[in-house]
Structure formats: C-alpha cells, structure tokens
C-alpha cells in the first residue's frame, strides 16, 4: 500500500497539507518563498541609511537572515522531495496495476494524472534550486562583510 505525503507546509501554525492537493501544496510554497522573494528588501532593512549605520549590529542580522534562509529552503526541499518520492511511489504502483490489466481505462487515467504530478514536483525542486542561488548571491552581495556562511 502506498503511504501518503503529509508535507508540513505552513511555517506560522502547524499544518498538514496532503501531496495529492497540487494546487494546495503550490499556495502554501509559495507563501513559504516569500522571504527567498524578497531578498532585496530585507537586506534594504538590515543596512539603514548613513544617520542609524552605528546602531545596527549587520553581523548579526546578516546571520539570521541567513539562517532564516536556509531553514526554509532546506524544509521547503525537503518537503518537495517527500512528495516526489511518495508521487514516484504511487506512479509506480499504478504502472504495475496497468500492466496487470491494460484495459482498464481507470487505472491508465490516474497513472497519466500521478505522472504529471511527478513531473510538477521535479520542477519545483529545480525552481527551489534557482530560488535558493537568486537568493544566496543577492545575500553575499550585502552580507558578505559581515557574515560568512559555513558550506
């Protein structure tokens, strides 16, 4: 029996949204890459202008807008990758179904539907990847002085 994807999704409240609600798991992804979005901005935030320059300390607000960054991509990409091996999973098992008894129009359409699936949570591994490099550089452009990440 295939098992199901509970991808905690929702970084305020705890919550659970299940793999197969696509169009769920995609609003609450992108409501997560809000601060990878929005780089540009919080870094305009950690360095003031001249007059509040000697009040800030850009060490430490440059770690943990850093380390807010990667936990969320790190959960994020996590979270893709447990819905693409649950999808896999369940791909898999209807191919098999299929090739059991291929006149079964049923099982032949939820394979096609399971596939396309996979193939959106591939790619939002690959758009988690261009968000996660988008937002580290913009990062080492401002916070490189102040703070440098462990690799």
Same mark, same amino acid.
């Given at each position: 029996?295939?098992?199901?994807?509970? @991808? /905690?999704?929702?970084?305020?409240?705890? *919550?659970?949204?299940?793999?197969?609600?696509?169009?769920?798991?995609?609003? &609450?992804?992108?409501? +997560?890459?809000?601060? /990878? /979005?929005?780089?540009?901005?919080?870094?305009? %935030?950690?360095?003031? %202008? &001249? /007059? !509040?320059? *000697?009040?800030?300390?850009?060490?430490?607000?440059?770690?943990?807008?850093?380390?807010?960054?990667? $936990? *969320?991509? $790190?959960?994020? +990409?996590?979270?893709?990758?447990? @819905?693409?091996?649950? %999808?896999?999973? #369940?791909?898999?098992?209807? #191919?098999? &179904?299929? $090739?059991? $008894?291929?006149?079964?129009?049923?099982?032949? +359409?939820?394979?096609? #539907?399971?596939?396309?699936?996979?193939?959106? !949570?591939? &790619?939002?591994?690959?758009?988690?990847?261009?968000?996660?490099?988008?937002?580290? %550089?913009? !990062?080492?452009?401002? @916070?490189?002085?102040?703070? #440098?990440?462990?690799?």
């Amino acid at each position: 029996m295939v098992e199901r994807c509970h @991808c /905690d999704l929702n970084m305020a409240a705890p *919550g659970n949204a299940a793999c197969e609600d696509i169009q769920m798991f995609m609003d &609450q992804l992108k409501q +997560r890459r809000l601060v /990878d /979005d929005r780089i540009i901005h919080e870094l305009n %935030t950690i360095f003031p %202008t &001249q /007059d !509040f320059a *000697g009040k800030v300390d850009f060490t430490k607000q440059c770690k943990s807008l850093y380390q807010s960054m990667r $936990d *969320g991509h $790190d959960k994020r +990409r996590s979270d893709i990758a447990a @819905c693409v091996s649950v %999808t896999a999973q #369940k791909a898999k098992l209807l #191919k098999e &179904q299929r $090739d059991a $008894d291929q006149d079964n129009y049923k099982t032949v +359409r939820s394979l096609r #539907k399971e596939q396309g699936n996979l193939r959106l !949570f591939q &790619q939002e591994l690959n758009v988690e990847e261009i968000v996660w490099e988008r937002a580290e %550089t913009a !990062f080492n452009e401002r @916070c490189r002085t102040y703070y #440098k990440p462990e690799s």
